[in-house]
């Protein structure tokens, strides 16, 4: 039972304009949540969190979005850039009292941005 | 910022041997790391996590003598793949957790490992 799920395994975007990747999540203990970069064969790069408690994250050209009663988050890159092709990890988790603080990953998204 | 070393980034054993990953916090302490596991075109998977000075606790399904974790000190854990097969063929990642942005996660650059 998936409790992070990307349903888009792939999306293609022209330069300039805005990417969305989306993610949804069932577990309404999920407080905190992540989006992680990846390359081929390296780890993944943190890039922007939300809380819970906000609905809306701002940090440059990198916007998350949160929708609590819909159990959705999306990541708005505006403009998207070459260098954002990437495969984006929606990540969740809860830090409650008993967490150990891991991380439940989405399959991911990989984002191709043409020229 | 706090950087994760992972090494070796790259390694092919023999059916049967045993192969032992590194995971180094470099700049700051680590109580908990967190081993995943990622097969092609899937999520990572959380396989086990690993606190310093007692034992890991495994996820369910994880077999843990067969992936022995040792985090004998607050910069080090180590991830033991014992008896290897070709299923255990995968990209391993560590991750540590320390304050700050990102709920203060930080990942290793991952391992690829191939058993032939």
């Known amino acids: 039972d998936q409790q992070v799920k990307q349903n888009s395994p792939s999306l293609s975007v022209q330069e300039g304009r805005i990417s969305i990747l989306n993610c949804d999540y069932t577990?309404?203990?999920?407080?905190?949540f992540l989006w992680y970069k990846k390359y081929p064969a390296e780890g993944p790069t943190f890039l922007i969190s939300?809380?819970?408690?906000?609905d809306k994250n701002e940090d440059g050209r990198f916007t998350v979005f949160l929708n609590k009663s819909a159990k959705h988050l999306s990541l708005h890159i505006v403009p998207s850039q070459p260098g954002d092709s990437a495969v984006y990890f929606c990540a969740a988790s809860w830090t409650g009292r008993g967490s150990q603080g891991n991380l439940i990953f989405g399959k991911g998204t990989k984002l191709s941005v043409k020229p | 910022g706090a950087v994760v070393s992972q090494h070796p980034s790259r390694v092919i054993c023999k059916s049967g041997t045993s192969v032992k990953i590194e995971c180094r916090s470099l700049d700051f302490q680590a109580t908990t790391m967190f081993w995943y596991r990622q097969f092609p075109k899937q999520s990572l998977m959380l396989m086990a996590t690993?606190?310093?000075?007692?034992?890991?606790?495994?996820e369910q399904g994880v077999e843990k003598d067969k992936f022995l974790i040792n985090h004998a000190s607050l910069t080090l854990s180590t991830l033991t793949v014992t008896s290897a097969h070709p299923e255990d063929s995968s990209f391993y990642i560590c991750?540590?957790?320390?304050?700050?942005?990102?709920?203060?996660?930080?990942f290793g650059s991952g391992t690829r490992l191939t058993v032939v």
């Open positions: 690993s606190n310093e000075g007692s034992k890991a606790t495994y």
């Open positions: 939300i809380s819970s408690i906000k």
């Open positions: 577990n309404s203990m999920f407080d905190y």
């Open positions: 991750s540590a957790i320390r304050g700050g942005n990102g709920y203060g996660y930080t």
